[in-house]
Structures are given as structure tokens and as C-alpha cells.
């Protein structure tokens, strides 16, 4: 009996333990030897495999829901404990990596703190990780680095006990509720470059977000605050807010961005003479949008990804569905009248080819379009319909 | 067979003692293989972490009670300009070299000594003042130091340096992996001032297999090798870097033990009285033909 209350006992504890666990680790699609390296991995060992890095991250918080300020005083015995602008340094994330950036090893439960993996102690058993200090170093020192070109302690430690500390400490806590300025997008970019044929590159940066459909990351790739901010270089280009925007950078570096969807395409694509016009499809492709298609974003018609592959400018490739009785001819400037709303759309428009004149001899031995015509024209759009209509 | 006389004696003595000096090249016996243990210690270097901080040289200099400039004064970044070595009064210092994955970052580089599995300065020494210890280390012995500096000659990595400036006791001076405080516990002052753990210490067969692992997880970051793993049949200090290693300065080097070649010369000259031998041979033979030549003259 006392053995049948010990298992009793036992059981239900691992169950209560067991739903305690899932409550930090809400929904995923993880399984649990993703993290876990052993069975039974429990709040003392939990057996944590090396960090996964960005695969797992799922954690996503915009930066106005984030703490705005974090104290960092674990490690110091020499400094002032480090005031954390967390919530400046979200917003600037979210222009690179997002959360993922410093948060890199995360379940989809609450964000762990980074002394739960990496130990304040230097000397230590598993040395497969840095240690904390070491872990919020290398967070920080990367883009302070490449901002400043300095790594002197005190540019981002207060020293204890000094007049320095005071001041250094208020200047902390005026930045407390400082908030990057949105960032404006620019609309045309305009790059001069030595090429002697192609001097001139002229980058719409609207028309690839909202018509291309591009996202940030597919260009804006392991980017951080140096990319607009650096200290010592000052560049002819000023961003709104008037802080040196900086264009040096090696061939292969410029290019890189464009070379992601250009790779195969002639120079000439990008390098011209003059300043280059918005994009148009008539002049880029040859077959000019009507007033229909141009509406579409062109994921639309070709396809989801940002790569767009050549289609043929066939009406049915696309148009699998027009059939007599689904397609409303009206909107096209011709109302059809009752005797060719029922005709198939082949018998006048040969081999279903729209682009075409539409035929009536088919039936009719002595009419022609656009002489004739099967029905009732909607003069507003008719014009325009004809001339887009090739 | 006992009808050999003296003559012939001599002239075979001549031809074999002449062939054992000349070919006798043996493998390598003062490699200190017994006492290389599995679990000695060293350090990884991953330069693509090292921020050029400079606390390593002033913490090293600290730790072994050199005159030094205060600590802030290590920030100062006009030092890159020029390559350095370590000398007798540096045991470390760090170099600055370009970035080829981000020209805003350069690459920092900290050299000491590697302390080699097989250290050719302890093969070297002639009077035995360079021991390696099971812990890694290779340490120098004041006591018994003749100043012959051959051990300056042998370094693959010209590590040892000699007080030059010193006419009264001059010593060899270099890096000695904090032998006094890693043998009370303590780390080595490089690796505990470092800010960004860019010096792992931990035992060696770790160190490989976490250098391995970051190779593998990072494989655009980093070059596939791990400096000091095979080179000179390996050192404790283990080094990783995001570009060949030639451009920041490491020495090319084969996989063979540095004090293989000079010790089976050294040792295989030496070995069963041969260079005497072989010198009253040739004497001997000398000898022998210029009485002929006497002989027949008459």
C-alpha cells in the first residue's frame, strides 16, 4: 500500500512538472531533440545542444513593446552597472536581423536571459559558449566598433566612484526615451559611377518594395548601424535628419545587393547615360501593360518570389477560365447584344487569341470589325481599350 | 676468417664508419612524447572575435611583474601601424591586419609563444634550461641557462628573446603559459582579462573540438583550418581566422615535429661512438694509402 501511494505520488508529480514545461514552451513545431540532447531534460540540466542560432528563433516582439531600458550589473565590480537603451537598439535591430540579432537562442516562450546559458564564471567546465561577459561583449563591441573605431572601455562603462560616473550616468538616462527617427525610404536613388558606357544608375527603391514585391532582407542583408552611421566618414549625401549617409564601398560590395536578382542581366540594365525613367513593362519586355494589368502587383502573374521568369503574352496562359457565360465582355467598352452573348469566344476571336482583330467571318460573309460590330459600344473606355489592345 | 689482418681491419673500419655517419638518420628521441598527456591544456585564439583590445599585453606584463604603461594606455590604436613581435619585454603582443569580410573590422592578431607539443628550444638546449611540462607549457629554467641562444635559432616561431641590453645576467625571456598561476588554479592573465573570450583555455582535445564545431557552423566565416593542430606536429595555442593564415603572418609549416630533422642528425652523429670512430677510420685509411704509396715509391 505505502509503495502504491509512492507511485501515485510520483506519477502525478511528473505530470504536474511535465505540464509546467509546456506552459514555457508554448506551441512550436520543434521537436524536443532540437535543444534537448538527453530524454528527460530537467530545469537543472537541461541538456541544452549547442546553440541553433537563427533556425529556432521564433520569437518576435516589435520594439515599442519591448523594455526600454535593461541594467546590466551581473559582471561589474570595477564599472557602473550598464544601462541598456533596449528598446533604441530594437528599433535599429529591426532595420537588420530583428530580435534575432543579440536574441539568438530562444524558444517561442518567454525570452531567456543570457546568464541561463552563459555563466559568469570564466574558468569553467563547458567552454563550448562564451561566458556572459564575454557573451555581452561580443553583442556589443561588433557595431560599436565599426561606429567609433574604438574599443575603450569607457566610451560605454562608467567607472565607480568618479566625477566621470555622474555625468556619464545622466547622459544614459536622457537617452532612456530617445527613439530612432523613422527611417524614410527613399524613392529614386541616383548612383555615379566610373563605368565610361554607363556612367549614371538610377535605383528605384518604391518600385522593387511595392511593385516588385521585394522584401528589406532580401537586400538589406547583415546590416547594421555602420551602413548609415560612421563616425569618421562623411559623404556628400545627407539623410534627412542629417546624419552622413556613406557610399564608399568596393565594386563587388555595391553590387552585391543587385547581384541577388541581376546576376545574369546586361550592365546596360542598370548603367546608362542618363537618369533612367520608372520602370515600364512595354519598354522592359516589349508587350505593354493595358489598363487592366497594370493594376496587378507582379507576383500576380508571375509568380510569388521576387524572380520573375518570362511569360508568354498568350491571354489563355493566364486567363484559363474565360468561357462564355464566366467573362463579362462590358468591361472590355463592348456591351455584346443578345444574338453574340452566347457565341464562343474562339468564333470571333480565332484560336482564342485576344490580341488579335476579332473575325466575323465565321458567321458573317460580308461584316468586319471594327466596321461592324457585335454589340453596344461603353464609349468612356472605348478609346482607350483600342489603343492599349495591340 | 682469423687471418684478418691489421691492414684489412682498418680498411673495412674506414668504408662502414663513413656509411654509419653519413646515413644513420634516426627519428627524433628528445620529443617529449612521454609526457605530451591527454588532457594537457592550451588555448584557442579565434581572431574573428578578438577586438584588439591590447588587455592581453597588459595583463601579461602584469601578471609577471614587468614595468608597464598603465592599462588605459593599451586602448591606444597607433601601435597597429607597425608589425611587432614579442621580445623580452613583450612576452605578447597583438597585430593588426585587414579584413577581407569587413574592411570597417580589421582582424587582430595576438602572438606569443605556442608552446609546441615537441618544442624544438627544449630539443635544442644543451643544457636542458627548456622543459615542457604535461600541462602544455614550455618553461625556461634561469638556473641552468648558459646563454647559447640556440634555442632563438631553433624556434619555428622566433618566440625566444634575450636581453641583449643586459651586460650582467642577461636572460631568455618569453612566454612561460602563466606556469605559476595555472599550477594554483588560476587561468592565464591573457585569457582572464580578455573582454570577448576571444582565448579559450580548456584542455586541448576540447579546444579542437570546439574550433571544429564553429568551422562547421560557420563555414562561410571561417577558413577550414585550425592553426597549431598539425603544424610542427602541433602546439597548445590553437588559432582560427576568416582568411588564410599566410596573410596574417603565421610561418608556413610541415607537420613534422620542428626538432625532427636537427635531433636525428645531432643524435645520429653521435649515437654508438661514431664521430671518433669514424675519424680514426679515416685517419687510419689515410694512412694506410700514403705507406702504399711510400712503399711502392721504394
Excluded at chain 1, 500500500?1 to 508554448?26: A, E, V
Excluded at chain 1, 550589473?73 to 530580435?99: L, N, T
Excluded at chain 1, 473575325?359 to 457585335?374: I, L, Q, Y
Excluded at chain 2, 615537441?118 to 648558459?146: L, M, N, Q, Y
Aim: aromatic share 6%.
Amino acid at each position: 500500500m505505502k509503495k502504491l501511494i509512492i507511485i501515485l505520488i510520483g506519477l502525478s508529480t511528473l505530470c504536474f512538472s511535465q505540464k509546467k514545461i509546456s506552459k514555457s514552451h508554448p506551441e512550436t513545431n520543434l521537436t524536443c531533440k532540437t535543444c534537448h540532447s538527453c530524454e528527460v531534460p530537467t530545469r537543472q540540466d537541461p541538456c541544452l545542444n549547442a546553440c541553433p542560432r537563427a533556425s529556432m528563433v521564433t520569437v518576435y516582439q516589435s520594439a515599442e513593446q519591448t523594455k526600454n531600458v535593461v541594467t546590466l550589473g551581473d559582471i561589474s565590480k570595477k564599472y557602473e552597472p550598464v544601462i541598456f537603451q533596449h528598446r533604441i537598439h530594437a528599433e535599429m535591430a529591426e532595420m537588420s536581423g530583428g530580435c534575432a540579432t543579440c536574441h539568438h537562442y530562444n524558444t517561442s516562450g518567454p525570452i531567456q536571459p543570457c546568464k541561463n546559458c552563459h555563466l559568469l564564471n570564466r574558468k569553467r567546465d563547458d567552454i563550448s559558449k562564451p561566458d556572459l561577459e564575454a557573451a555581452y561583449h561580443r553583442q556589443c563591441i561588433t557595431c560599436h566598433r565599426e561606429w567609433s573605431h574604438q574599443n575603450s572601455c569607457v566610451s560605454c562603462h562608467a567607472l565607480k566612484n568618479t566625477t566621470q560616473t555622474a555625468s556619464q550616468l545622466k547622459a544614459a538616462q536622457t537617452l532612456e526615451t530617445k527613439t530612432h527617427p523613422k527611417l524614410v525610404e527613399p524613392k529614386k536613388l541616383v548612383f555615379e559611377t566610373n563605368d565610361k558606357d554607363g556612367r549614371l544608375v538610377t535605383f528605384y527603391h518604391d518600385e522593387h518594395i511595392n511593385i516588385f514585391g521585394a522584401k528589406c532582407i532580401n537586400c538589406h542583408q547583415q546590416q547594421n548601424c555602420s551602413m548609415c552611421h560612421d563616425k569618421d566618414k562623411v559623404s556628400s549625401i545627407n539623410s534627412p535628419e542629417g546624419m552622413p549617409v556613406k557610399i564608399q564601398k568596393s565594386k563587388s560590395e555595391h553590387h552585391k545587393p543587385c547581384f541577388a536578382c541581376h546576376q545574369n542581366d546586361d550592365c546596360s540594365l542598370c548603367h546608362q547615360q542618363k537618369i533612367a525613367g520608372p520602370f515600364n513593362h512595354e519598354i522592359r519586355t516589349g508587350w505593354a501593360l493595358n489598363r487592366f494589368h497594370e493594376k496587378l502587383s507582379c507576383t500576380k502573374c508571375h509568380g510569388t518570389t521576387y524572380k520573375f521568369v518570362k511569360l508568354d503574352n498568350n491571354c489563355v496562359s493566364c486567363h484559363k477560365d474565360w468561357k462564355v457565360g464566366s467573362f463579362n465582355h462590358q468591361i472590355t467598352g463592348l456591351k455584346l447584344d443578345e444574338n453574340h452573348v452566347e457565341v464562343d469566344c474562339a468564333d470571333c476571336h480565332a484560336n482564342k487569341d485576344f490580341s488579335k482583330t476579332p473575325v466575323c467571318t465565321n458567321c458573317h460573309d460580308d461584316k468586319s470589325f471594327p466596321k461592324d460590330r457585335p454589340g453596344k459600344l461603353v464609349s468612356s473606355v472605348q478609346t482607350k481599350t483600342m489603343k492599349s489592345v495591340k | 676468417m682469423a687471418k684478418q689482418n691489421r691492414r684489412d681491419f682498418l680498411k673495412t673500419a674506414a668504408v662502414a664508419g663513413t656509411a654509419i655517419s653519413g646515413l644513420s638518420i634516426k627519428p627524433a628521441k628528445a620529443a617529449p612524447k612521454n609526457i605530451l598527456s591527454e588532457d594537457r591544456m592550451g588555448v584557442l585564439v579565434d581572431t574573428t572575435v578578438c577586438i584588439g583590445c591590447r588587455n592581453c599585453e597588459w595583463a601579461c606584463k602584469n601578471a609577471h611583474n614587468m614595468p608597464t604603461q598603465p592599462q588605459d594606455k593599451y586602448s591606444d590604436r597607433s601601435v597597429f601601424k607597425e608589425m611587432r613581435r614579442p621580445d623580452e619585454n613583450a612576452f605578447t603582443v597583438v597585430n593588426e591586419y585587414p579584413n577581407p569580410q569587413n574592411s570597417e573590422i580589421p582582424t587582430d592578431v595576438k602572438v606569443q609563444c605556442m608552446h609546441c607539443d615537441h618544442p624544438a628550444c627544449v630539443s635544442a638546449c644543451i643544457v636542458g634550461a627548456f622543459s615542457k611540462h604535461e600541462s602544455g607549457a614550455v618553461t625556461w629554467d634561469t638556473t641552468r641557462c648558459i646563454g647559447c641562444r640556440y634555442c632563438m635559432v631553433a624556434c619555428p616561431f622566433q618566440v625566444p628573446a634575450f636581453q641583449f641590453d643586459k651586460a650582467l645576467n642577461p636572460q631568455i625571456k618569453k612566454c612561460d603559459f602563466c606556469y605559476e598561476r595555472t599550477k594554483v588554479g588560476k587561468l592565464p592573465a591573457c585569457v582572464e582579462i580578455c573582454p570577448v573570450e576571444a582565448l579559450t583555455y580548456g584542455s586541448r582535445i576540447d579546444l579542437i573540438r570546439i574550433a571544429r564545431d564553429r568551422i562547421r557552423r560557420n563555414p562561410e566565416k571561417y577558413v577550414n583550418h585550425i592553426f597549431g593542430e598539425f603544424e610542427v606536429g602541433g602546439t597548445s595555442w590553437l588559432y582560427l581566422a576568416n582568411q588564410d593564415f599566410s596573410k596574417l603572418q603565421f610561418p608556413k609549416l610541415g607537420e613534422k615535429p620542428a626538432p625532427g630533422v636537427s635531433e636525428s642528425i645531432q643524435h645520429g652523429i653521435f649515437a654508438y661512438f661514431v664521430p671518433p670512430v669514424s675519424l680514426y677510420a679515416l685517419l687510419g685509411g689515410l694512412m694506410w694509402i700514403t705507406k702504399r704509396k711510400n712503399e711502392s715509391e721504394e
